[in-house]
Structure formats: C-alpha cells, structure tokens
C-alpha cells in the first residue's frame, strides 16, 4: 500500500514563474491538504481539499490555489513566484478528519 | 488563533539520557495534540496523539506525552534516547471542531551522541 506521493521531488524556478505540485494520497483517503515548510520553521496550514472543494484556508495570498481530482489527487499552484516561496510543500492525506499522514515534498527554491 | 511554542531549538544528549521536550499551545477551545518526529533524510510521521481520555499518551519507539490543560502543555518525554532518535520533532494542535488544520510549533531538533 503506497502512502502518500508527491511530485516532483525538487523544482527549481525564477521570480515570476508559475509552478504545480501534484499530490496523491494514501489508497482510502479522500482529504488532502497542503502545508509550507520554510527552513528552521515548522509546517505552516495552506488549505486543505474535500470531495473536490477548498474547505479550509490558512493565511497565504490568492497566488497559491489548488484542485482535487475526482480520483482525491490534488495540485497546488503557485502564481507570481517570489523569492520568499522557497520551502518544503508538503502534502498531508487523511480519511476526513483524521489522522494525517504526510507525503516526502517537494523542495521548491525559487531564483 | 491557535499558536505553538516550542522551547528547545536544539537538543544534545548522550545516550541512555532521559529526555523531555517542551511544547505549549494556545487556543481557548478543545484540542488535538500531535508529536511528529522527521528523521534524516524521511518524512514527518506521526510519534502519538491525544484526542481526549488518559492525558498520558504512550507513542511508538518508547515515547511519551502528557497533556496538562491547565498549563496548556503537551510535553515529549522518553526514559532513555537511542542514537537512532537523532531527528527533528514538531508539536502541533488543531481544534476538536476544525481537525483537518494544523498548526505547529518549530520543532526542536534532537542529537543523540553515541
């Protein structure tokens, strides 16, 4: 049983640039949601996926937005890249509410 | 909003120490308490949780925490650190009415010398 995927493993942008993180959750979860880790600091809530809708949202900009697929995959899309959105995304699955269960990352360094 | 503090940035002990981390919350209502433990090189796993009951919760690999609601704490202790527990460990919280968001603290990094 896979747990939870993500992918890419590192992505590289510059200032500007759009970029899309993709997240599969462990087989039985239908809830995903996405954190950002900054170096030295702990994961930081960006807002989490239900049956397709956003049903919560942490304190991060319009620029960051996601999708979840029908299948419970999600993406997290990130606009107008700055040099501050370098971190650890992170993505976490659960079966609704409870227990989390989190995916490698994607380490995201922006030039 | 809910907050995290947690004391220690950085931990070194010897082996067969005892070890205690601190974590302390802030949030007016009900809770879910975590320890999520991220080792080299791995991704964050969850170490043990307090949903409600028994305040002492007993973890994988011989750790523990209590919660002590009226100090707002949710303290990380093991007996006797192993080599193998070099690692960094986060405390998070989320609301009983609103679990699927977490908030955690900035995590303590532990180094276990042989």
């Known amino acids: 049983d896979a747990g939870v995927t993500q992918s890419p493993t590192h992505l590289i942008k510059t200032r500007g640039q759009q970029v899309t993180l993709r997240c599969s959750p462990k087989s039985g979860h239908d809830t995903v949601s996405w954190y950002q880790q900054a170096l030295g600091q702990g994961p930081q809530f960006i807002f989490q996926?239900?049956?397709?809708?956003?049903?919560q949202r942490g304190n991060f900009p319009d620029r960051f937005s996601g999708h979840q697929f029908p299948n419970y995959s999600s993406e997290l899309n990130v606009n107008a890249l700055l040099l501050g959105d370098s971190a650890l995304y992170l993505c976490?699955?659960?079966?609704?509410?409870?227990?989390?269960?989190f995916g490698p990352g994607t380490r995201l360094t922006v030039l | 909003a809910q907050s995290v503090s947690q004391h220690n940035h950085h931990v070194i002990l010897s082996e067969a120490a005892s070890l205690e981390l601190g974590c302390n919350y802030s949030?007016?209502?009900?809770?879910?308490l975590f320890w999520y433990v991220q080792y080299p090189g791995q991704h964050l796993q969850l170490l043990l949780k307090y949903f409600s009951g028994d305040p002492l919760v007993k973890g994988i690999k011989g750790f523990e925490a209590e919660f002590i609601k009226s100090k707002f704490s949710f303290n990380l202790r093991k007996p006797s650190v192993q080599w193998s527990d070099t690692a960094e460990y986060f405390c998070a919280v989320n609301a009983n009415t609103n679990a699927g968001k977490s908030t955690f603290g900035d995590g303590t990094t532990l180094t276990v010398k042989p």
């Open positions: 976490a699955s659960s079966l609704g509410a409870g227990e989390q269960f």
């Open positions: 949030y007016g209502g009900t809770v879910n």
């Open positions: 996926y239900y049956e397709e809708e956003e049903r």
